[in-house]
């Protein structure tokens, strides 16, 4: 049960990503927020619902590399949206919250919480 809502985390994060980052620029967010620590924050909890909904270990450093070419693909596709430009440093900011995932997994381990969601792992 626990990992069918962390993929239901995963989908909805990855949908709410792909709509936010490709909307028109006309449209105003009411976000105040330095836009690099969203990126980051973001592409720390879609690894973090990743991580979640599929198998661990080996595999964390692929999920990592798909959710950064997942990045890459969105920031290429605003390109093409009026008002939108890709930004590379959009890139390096998400690349920055995949990256503290993988960093602090191995201090994720020490927590219970953490281990006792793992446990429920089938």
Request: with cysteine; glycine share 6%; proline share 2%.
């Amino acid at each position: 049960m626990i990992q069918i809502l962390f993929r239901l985390a995963f989908i909805s994060l990855i949908g709410l990503s792909l709509g936010l980052s490709l909307m028109p620029s006309g449209v105003e967010a009411a976000i105040h927020f330095n836009d690099k620590i969203i990126h980051a924050i973001a592409y720390f909890s879609l690894m973090l619902a990743c991580d979640f909904s599929w198998k661990s270990g080996k595999f964390l450093i692929i999920k990592a590399a798909m959710i950064l070419f997942y990045s890459g693909m969105i920031e290429y596709l605003q390109s093409f949206v009026p008002g939108r430009e890709m930004s590379m440093l959009d890139i390096v900011a998400n690349a920055v919250g995949i990256g503290f995932f993988v960093l602090l997994t191995p201090l994720f381990q020490n927590f219970q919480l953490y281990q006792r969601l793992r446990s429920f792992k089938k």
